[in-house]
């Protein structure tokens, strides 16, 4: 599906973004691993390379336009192309609103909204130049709203509405553009949370379990191969219906 595809994948050095980064290289993809941990990256590029797959770290912040637009200048260039671009980077600073402290919605919209937009607007013109691209950027079910995470919610928010004007505005070209919206994904940060949480989380998803890293890697991988060339703005939530019901 994604076979001698050259991919950038950011936020990759550890959770979802690393099983992404494995799920493709496994595909045959040439994995560009970009994390701001750069001994992360690493890691992950060991793991890959060891199974036989193709890969490279990248140290990367996300927020930082020049060297954004170096690191993807840098990649045409050794590589001829840029084919997927998969905006994963992310954090979260939660607290109620009326206590959120203004750096705390700041960094959570710097790195989820803006660090969305300066990879996307850097691969632009090699994507159209090649009349082939994938954009796959990430929200969450949180956009919908979430109690305690009102910069998340709202920088969630802006990825999907980002998502669609991209889509518009590059529908012509041969690229899409779409956006993946996990639920309440197993992931060390999910694990951590106490048992009868989590049970208590778990009563509110239809299917009756939580999604795994792997459920969110398939969606990616089909939404940057060519049997998703005529889905193109859309946000699809990987949440066992968790969505339907908010």
């Known amino acids: 599906m994604v076979k001698d595809r050259v991919a950038l994948i950011t936020g990759a050095g550890r959770g979802i973004g690393a099983v992404i980064a ?8 040439t994995v560009v691993v970009a994390d701001i ?17 193709r890969a490279e770290a990248v140290l990367l912040d996300v927020t930082d336009k020049p060297q954004t637009v170096e690191l993807i200048a840098d990649l045409v260039k050794r590589y001829d192309r840029l ?18 402290k203004e750096e705390e919605w700041d960094a959570v919209i710097d790195i989820n909204l803006k660090g969305t937009w300066i990879p996307s607007q850097a691969v632009i013109r090699p994507m159209r130049r090649q009349k082939w691209g994938r954009i796959v950027n990430t929200a969450s079910v949180a956009a919908l709203g979430n109690v305690g995470q009102a910069n998340y919610a709202a920088s969630k928010g802006g990825v999907i509405s980002l998502t669609r004007t991209l889509a518009l505005e590059l529908a012509r070209s041969g690229v899409t553009v779409n956006c993946v919206a996990p639920g309440a994904i197993m992931t060390p940060m999910l694990e951590a949370v106490p048992e009868e949480m989590r049970s208590q989380y778990l009563e509110r998803i239809p299917v009756r379990r939580f ?30 219906g968790l969505s339907v019901g908010m």
């Open 83 to 100: 084919d997927i671009l998969i905006n994963n980077a992310g954090i979260t600073r939660d607290a109620l609103a009326m206590r959120m």
């Open 37 to 53: 941990i750069f001994a992360a990256a690493e890691e992950i590029v060991d793991k890959i390379r060891t199974s036989g797959g």
């Open 22 to 29: 494995e799920r493709f290289a496994t595909e045959g993809a």
């Open 211 to 240: 999604g795994t890293p792997e459920d969110v890697a398939s969606l990616h991988l089909f939404l940057c191969s060519d049997l998703a060339s005529y889905i193109t703005g859309q946000t699809i939530f990987v949440d066992g």
